[in-house]
């Protein structure tokens, strides 16, 4: 069955952009599966785990942790609206996405700043190397993530989404969401380090 757009007479068939966006997910489940697979390998070899002497990665870990729940939060509640038809409420959930993300990035940027300062670098030893290549693997998809974001916001704010035609907001939001997961399984490995 196909549904046309509202905005154009071609067809549309939501059910392959659905499939499609499961398939990026299970692509980038895999590259974050192996990566973490990797530190679990290298931190069972280690004799400490971190190292003696290595600063407290978690303090900035916590608020980029509340940022990033918060904006699943919001894009669940910017879903939610569109599907009901309310836009003022989508328009203010997709924006307020969109700056919890530039917040998490933010604060972990602060957090890399605060830690290289503290002498914990990617050369320092294998913990901050897998640190650093896990947070930054999850940064550089959270980048990627703010950029269809940005374009779902800016289509709302421009009518583009109704209760029946909101498939960017629904694929937006499954890719958001799959970068809330990863981070709490981010967040759980460094915690329980």
Do not use: K
């Not at 989404?161 to 759980?188: K, P, Q």
Request: proline share 4%.
């Amino acid at each position: 069955m196909t549904e046309t757009r509202h905005d154009r007479r071609e067809p549309v068939r939501p059910e392959l952009g659905r499939m499609a966006t499961w398939l990026l997910i299970a692509a980038l489940g895999m590259l974050f599966s192996a990566s973490i697979v990797g530190t679990l390998v290298v931190r069972a070899r280690a004799q400490a785990w971190p190292p003696p002497g290595t600063p407290d990665v978690m303090p900035g870990l916590w608020l980029s942790t509340a940022l990033l729940l918060l904006s699943s939060a919001t894009m669940a509640g910017a879903l939610a609206a569109v599907r009901r038809g309310h836009q003022i409420h989508l328009r203010r959930g997709l924006a307020l996405t969109l700056l919890l993300g530039v917040g998490f990035l933010a604060s972990q940027a602060i957090n890399w700043w605060r830690l290289v300062h503290s002498a914990l670098t990617v050369s320092s030893h294998l913990f901050g190397f897998t640190f650093y290549v896990l947070t930054g693997l999850h940064a550089v998809h959270v980048c990627g993530g703010l950029v269809p974001l940005a374009v779902v916001t800016w289509r709302a704010g421009s009518g583009r989404f109704t209760a029946d035609h909101h498939a960017g907001v629904l694929y937006t939001a499954m890719y958001w969401h799959f970068l809330d997961v990863v981070w709490l399984v981010l967040f759980a490995l460094f915690l329980l380090g």
